[in-house]
């Protein structure tokens, strides 16, 4: 595909649930970023991979929220417990380095709605 | 940390007019500051960005500003269309790979 894609697109569970967020780069993308927009606000960071590994998890609420990117292509944002709070959409954002200033890229989102 | 902040929440304009969104930084090590415009259910899209070493940039209808001592940005839309119409992000990055710190968004709403 030519951008970067995310499922599933809109996504309703019941708290204390888990849910698994699928982020799809652009083919090539090394860096892949997770971001969470809640409704009027501008998407707040929450983790980044640099090929594989996790470059930066300082945006991660807290530990029922982790991200894995096991053969530095597709990742997946992974939500335990959730709660009515985590109602957000999850951005997924890639690029490369070639990239004039590694301008990131972003999928459609995820709606997550936690009844 | 670097906080961004975003002014006005809202800006309507007529057709034809001048659109302004200012923005502010708190890191002095920030050194790239993309704008990005999201129109409603879609994803951001990056519409013009700008590096620490320039003070303006300009790309058809749209330009920043920067002004680095004061640590802020402004993105300016000028003959504005009804297209224009979004939200749109100002944000900032200290380092070549990490995580862009945004803004609040403005509405901006052009009326014919």
């Known amino acids: ?115 | 940390g670097e906080n961004v902040e975003q002014h006005p929440s809202t800006l309507s304009v007529q057709e034809g007019d001048s659109a302004v969104i200012k923005c502010t930084y708190s890191d002095s090590a920030s050194n790239y500051f993309p704008w990005y415009k999201q129109e409603l259910g879609k994803r951001p899209q990056l519409i013009i960005d700008i590096r620490s070493n320039v003070g303006e940039k300009k790309d058809q209808r749209i330009a920043v500003t920067l002004n680095k001592t004061a640590k802020h940005f402004s993105l300016h839309i000028t003959e504005t269309q009804p297209e224009d119409s979004a939200v749109y992000f100002c944000a900032a990055k200290t380092d070549s790979w990490g995580k862009l710190q945004f803004g609040a968004g403005t509405q901006v709403v052009v009326t014919p």
């Open chain 1, 1 to 115: 595909g030519a951008g970067v894609s995310q499922t599933p697109s809109n996504k309703v569970t019941e708290k204390g649930k888990y849910v698994e967020l699928r982020c799809d780069p652009i083919s090539g993308h090394t860096a892949l970023y997770w971001y969470r927009q809640s409704l009027g606000q501008g998407p707040e960071f929450l983790i980044y991979f640099q090929g594989t590994g996790a470059a930066d998890d300082s945006g991660l609420p807290n530990d029922r929220f982790f991200a894995v990117r096991p053969e530095g292509s597709v990742s997946t944002l992974k939500i335990q417990r959730t709660e009515r709070g985590d109602s957000a959409v999850y951005l997924c954002a890639s690029s490369f380095p070639g990239l004039p200033h590694n301008e990131q890229f972003f999928g459609p989102g995820t709606r997550l709605t936690v009844l």
